[in-house]
């Protein structure tokens, strides 16, 4: 809220004075794309990584196989 990414608004006709509804602002919404954009990144990176990980090992399996 500080940052003005997000709006709190209270429910004025909830009886659970708990119940809050948060709004990203358009800022906010952007800054969430952003996080999402690089989380996603992140985990494509990660998993060509490992990819080529798997990769390697059933390559190194095939030629220990060969010479075995």
Known sequence: MGKGLVKMKNFA?????FGY????TPSGMAERAAVT??????KMDEYEALKAEI????????INTLKG
């Open 13 to 17: 006709s909830s009886k659970n004075k």
């Open 21 to 24: 509804v948060y709004v990203l």
């Open 37 to 42: 954009h690089r989380f996603l990144q992140r």
């Open 55 to 62: 990769e390697a090992l059933k390559n190194e399996i095939a």
